[in-house]
């Protein structure tokens, strides 16, 4: 099983982002995908889960109304967007399969003026 993860990314205040995770070595559809991001000094924060299978979306309370989440099957790659970043938003951000004993590398989002 990997999950590997789109590159580095440096943002401005209020742009958009998107990362990418890709999948293999399993059948994507039959399990869910976390995203989970770590804040610099911070521990570990879980942002919400997708459902490949059917698109079926979770979002943690703190990102509702800034984070879409999205799976291509064809392709077997999850989605991660977050919106009207913020400097707070600065952070590595990993999708993980569920359960969490899969993990993408990380990807450093940075959102800098």
């Known amino acids: 099983v990997q999950l590997v993860q789109s590159g580095a990314e440096l943002r401005n205040p209020g742009a958009s982002v998107r990362v990418s995770c890709k999948a293999s070595?399993?059948?994507?559809?039959?399990?869910?995908i976390d995203w989970v991001r770590q804040v610099p000094g911070q521990g570990l924060e879980w942002m919400g889960r997708i459902d490949p299978e059917d698109g079926e979306t979770k979002y943690g309370e703190k990102f509702q109304d800034r984070l879409t989440f999205s799976a291509d099957t064809s392709t077997s790659t999850a989605y991660v967007e977050l919106n009207n970043l913020r400097s707070d938003d600065t952070a590595v951000y990993y999708c993980?399969?569920?359960?969490?004993?899969?993990w993408g590398q990380g990807t450093q989002v940075t959102v800098t003026s």
């Open positions: 070595g399993y059948t994507f559809t039959r399990y869910y």
């Open positions: 993980a399969r569920i359960l969490w004993i899969f």
